[in-house]
């Protein structure tokens, strides 16, 4: 009898073991799967330039048109996000560029450094040349990193003057190739629109799923001025105030954040109200080198800030000293930010009402295809 006992008593250990190794197995199977974040979506767009000697009006217009195109892209959604904007800048048709490239520079690979994009575009020089349209697509495709999400917004734009069909590389092979990568290609004639038809600049679109515009790139750009440009304007000297530069790069971004104000204030007061727009807006990232931004990044650590790269009044803070002048600065750019948003809100309003004209060439040219191509993929605008 006591045999039976003890093996009977062994036969329930066991089960009672089983018996919650099962329960432990649906516990797993049962715990609730993490999710990936969600990636936030980018509205990519490579600027393909030509420089030769007849296109010094088409880098006038890129100069001083580039706030308003970044303006119109941050009002921007993608599934109720506001998506990230990255530019990347080509020339090509240059006679002091290499022969062997096909006369092409990349100049910036895709960027939301906007400071280094109107730095660049103001360095552009133009000379010659030999201009292979076929050659700079397929070298902005091979170049740049587009990547795979169908919900980016991904666009060339290619402006110059000469036939389209020029150099060793056929555009349709280069157009075929942008459409595998989901790259619309969009064509910028600067020049009479039949003469544009003609030498394939409206081919190289309606293969490229793009659209084709004519302009007269010589026309100057012209700035409406509104009753709200000095209060931005005042509002962009307290912005300027709330960065704290870092690291090895923070003193010479700072000087290049006010090297591109005094730029965009070269071709205009309104032109450099455009500008402060664009800063008070989530496109103008500077996490490279400002604290405020950086703290917003996912990697950011204050045990990785080297004192001795800080401003002098921050070098000797403790790491919770430093904390609390970053809120301070990232609360005092909020409401100036929202200040500006205000005003630009009734600026805009302004300006609709007083403009009769058709808007300015690269400008209208660029934001009508980009809000058609858009609105392909069910992105809205903010009104």
């Known amino acids: 009898m006591k045999k039976i006992l003890s093996t009977f008593c062994i036969a329930l250990a066991f089960m009672s073991i089983a018996c919650k190794a099962d329960t432990k197995k649906e516990i797993a199977q049962v715990e609730p799967i993490i999710e990936a974040p969600v990636a936030k979506h980018y509205i990519k767009v490579a600027l393909l330039l030509d420089t030769s000697n007849s ?3 088409l880098i006038d217009q890129a100069k001083a048109q580039l706030w308003e195109i970044v303006n119109e892209l941050s009002y921007a959604k993608c599934k109720n996000e506001r998506p990230n904007l990255q530019i990347a800048l080509f020339e090509y048709g240059n006679d002091g560029l290499a022969e062997k490239d096909g006369f092409v520079r990349k100049i910036l690979g895709f960027t939301e450094d906007l400071d280094e994009v109107s730095k660049e575009l103001f360095s552009l020089t133009t000379n010659g040349g030999s201009e292979y349209c076929g050659t700079v697509i397929q070298q902005s495709l091979d170049k740049l990193d ?7 917004l ?3 734009f290619i402006a110059g003057n000469e036939p389209f069909d020029q150099g060793k590389i056929d555009y349709k092979d280069a157009v075929t190739n942008a459409k595998e ?3 619309a290609v969009n064509t910028i004639f600067c020049g009479n629109f039949n003469q ?4 394939h600049w409206k081919n190289g679109a309606t293969l490229g799923y793009g659209q084709y515009t004519a302009i007269d790139h010589n026309k100057e750009t012209q700035h409406i001025v509104s009753p709200y440009d000095d209060l931005i304007l005042q509002l962009n000297i307290k912005l300027n ?3 704290i530069p870092y690291g090895t790069q923070g003193r010479e971004k700072v000087a290049l954040q006010y090297e591109q104000d005094d730029n965009a204030a070269g071709y205009s007061k309104a032109n450099a109200v455009s500008r402060t727009v664009s800063k008070g807006s989530h496109l103008y990232k500077n996490s490279s080198w400002d604290l405020v931004d950086a703290e917003e990044e996912s990697d950011f650590s204050y045990s990785k800030i080297k004192k001795d790269k800080l401003p002098d009044n921050l070098k000797d803070k403790s790491t919770a000293e430093l904390k609390e002048y970053v809120n301070l600065k990232k609360e005092e750019r909020n409401k100036i930010q929202a200040e ?3 005003l630009n809100k009734k600026r805009r309003d302004f300006i609709s009402s007083e403009s009769k004209n058709k808007g300015n060439g690269l400008e209208s040219a660029m934001i009508t295809a980009l809000r058609s191509q858009a609105k ?8």
Do not use: C, F, H
């Open 55 to 57: 296109m010094d009006g």
């Open 146 to 152: 587009w990547g795979n999400d169908a919900d980016d």
């Open 154 to 156: 991904k666009m060339l």
């Open 181 to 183: 990568k989901d790259v």
């Open 196 to 199: 544009g038809i003609s030498s």
């Open 241 to 243: 105030g709330t960065y």
């Open 340 to 342: 500006i948003a205000t």
């Open 376 to 383: 392909k993929k069910n992105y809205t605008w903010d009104e």
